[in-house]
């Protein structure tokens, strides 16, 4: 199977009256299997999916690693008092706090490991830059596993090595067991001095450079350099060489975790409901019918289901019943009628338009009372009125607005539920 590995940056988002306009360069880099040979190259952010069309051999990449640029994150590292892992874990936000220029609620703070008396790795970012990213990549159909930063790759120093350093002619990530830092060039010799100063030994440096000057921002009498030209490699396919999940802090957690990304993904998700009531009704018929025509035709639709219940929910089936696995997830009931299938294909209509972009939290469906009970976030008051009144623009259907609350200062959470007439 083949890993995607992205390197992002020089992101902006502009949102005009008309369009929201994605800018950002991407480096790419595809790792195949032991006997394929990688490829890699670089993209503007909404070329993404034309360039990596002809490696997708007509499949999804089995994962996707995304590397921010560091200049949009910080790392801090930082020990919590706590008496549990769980009283630690909701005390760090507001330890993390003292360390922001911005409100804590527009911030997104991801987090290592956890355990008592030791310090955390956390990584922090703008929570709407974070949004803003992955909604770009999802314009290409690119849905990270792993969302990290490029100077989290480069390892801890250990025992023969004091600091560790990655640059260019512009910039410079370094790395000591405790500190993680982007720095500006002209200014990386003082920072050296403060992660490394002040020790009875030559601080030992492991560098690798990019750039195409000469790495002499050091005195050799005052470090033991250790130095590497990386001139013909890229960045990305250092990261992902160097790149160990275990390592590094996964920035999707909370809203932004994988598991809340791959349901923003609405008009698929919606519509695999659909699909599996679809393939419940051809499977029934093709039981029915007699002939070896028949059961290849069965076979070949529980195979279709499977790939599109693995595609979804990232797992495999249990059993052979995969339609009903599908009806489960959704909260359907074994005697679900025709009721369900047309209230659930006006949502999924009222969905795919291009005027709606609704993150859909929960389908559920009653069959006493015979009403589909949605759960979604949209971006404001207006997008849930339009979205509202979209639903209830067709007359067979009675639409019933639900609570609605300001989740963030860009979102609303709301509800509504869809009955027949």
């Excluded at 025992?159 to 990655?166: F, G, M, P, R, S």
Aim: glycine share 6%; hydrophobic share 35%; net charge negative.
């Amino acid at each position: 199977m083949k890993t995607l590995y992205l390197y992002l940056r020089d992101f902006s988002c502009e949102e005009t009256e008309e369009e929201v306009l994605y800018t950002g360069t991407v480096g790419w880099y595809i790792q195949g299997e032991e006997d394929e040979e990688s490829v890699e190259g670089e993209s503007h952010i909404v070329d993404l999916e034309s360039d990596l069309e002809e490696y997708r051999d007509g499949s999804r990449f089995n994962s996707t690693v995304l590397f921010l640029d560091d200049s949009y994150t910080l790392f801090i590292r930082e020990s919590v008092p706590g008496r549990s892992v769980p009283q630690i874990r909701r005390a760090l936000p507001f330890a993390v706090e003292n360390y922001l220029s911005d409100d804590l609620e527009n911030t997104h703070i991801a987090h290592g490991p956890i355990s008592r008396g030791s310090a955390v790795d956390c990584v922090v970012i703008e929570s709407e830059m974070l949004g803003n990213i992955l909604q770009a990549l999802k314009l290409s159909d690119i849905h990270p596993t792993v969302c990290t930063t490029f100077g989290m790759q480069i390892p801890r120093p250990e025992e023969e090595h004091d600091v560790h350093i990655v640059m260019n002619d512009d910039s410079a990530w370094i790395r000591t067991t405790e500190q993680l830092a982007l720095v500006n060039r002209d200014t990386l010799a003082d920072a050296v001095n403060l992660f490394s100063g002040h020790r009875e030994t030559v601080p030992a440096i492991k560098i690798w450079n990019y750039g195409e000057g000469d790495a002499d921002f050091y005195d050799e009498s005052m470090y033991e350099p250790e130095l590497f030209d990386n001139r013909g490699q890229t960045f990305v396919s250092f990261a992902a060489e160097q790149y160990s999940a275990n390592d590094c802090v996964n920035l999707l957690q909370g809203k932004h975790s994988s598991k809340e990304n791959a349901t923003v993904n609405v008009r698929r998700w919606v519509m695999t409901g659909v699909f599996g009531l679809v393939c419940l009704y051809a499977y029934i018929a093709l039981q029915a019918a007699e002939g070896v025509w028949a059961m290849f035709k069965v076979n070949e639709v529980q195979d279709e289901m499977k790939a599109q219940f693995v595609e979804i929910y990232a797992e495999q089936p249990r059993g052979s019943n995969i339609a009903q696995q599908m009806r489960t997830r959704l909260g359907l009931a074994g005697d679900t009628t025709r009721e369900f299938d047309l209230l659930i294909e006006r949502l999924a209509k009222v969905v795919s338009s291009p005027a709606h972009a609704p993150l859909i939290k929960s389908i559920r469906y009653s069959a006493i009372t015979k009403e589909l009970s949605v759960e979604y976030r949209v971006s404001g008051y207006e997008a849930m009125q339009s979205f509202y009144d979209s639903m209830k623009s067709d007359t067979k259907f009675t639409v019933t607005r639900g609570n609605a609350q300001a989740s963030s200062e860009n979102s609303v959470l709301s509800s509504l539920k869809v009955s027949l007439k």
